[in-house]
């Protein structure tokens, strides 16, 4: 990805994406949902595939869905987390 146009498909994207994975998330405990073993797998999944995700190619749905699934993990943090310009918090419409 690199316009403008594409940032704005991204942000499209993750504003549908996430407040899917939170409301799949909702109904966890909060020790898995914040689990430091599956946070560190996104992480290596989005580091073998980060290229993709902003350019294109091979490993781009995967990294996509793994910046998804990040976002919608913080956002069960106190105060939800800021990306991209939004703003994403567990229970408050996400987004």
Known sequence: MSGSNEWGLMK??????????????????????????RLNSIQATFDEVREA??????????????????IARLAFMPGGVDFMGMHFEEGSGAG
């Open 12 to 37: 499209i994207a993750l504003s549908a994406a996430v407040p899917l994975r939170i409301m799949e998330l909702r109904d966890k405990p909060i020790a898995e949902i914040l689990d430091p073993e």
């Open 53 to 70: 995700v902003l350019f294109g190619g091979k490993g781009c749905a995967e990294g996509f869905n793994a910046v998804a699934d990040a």
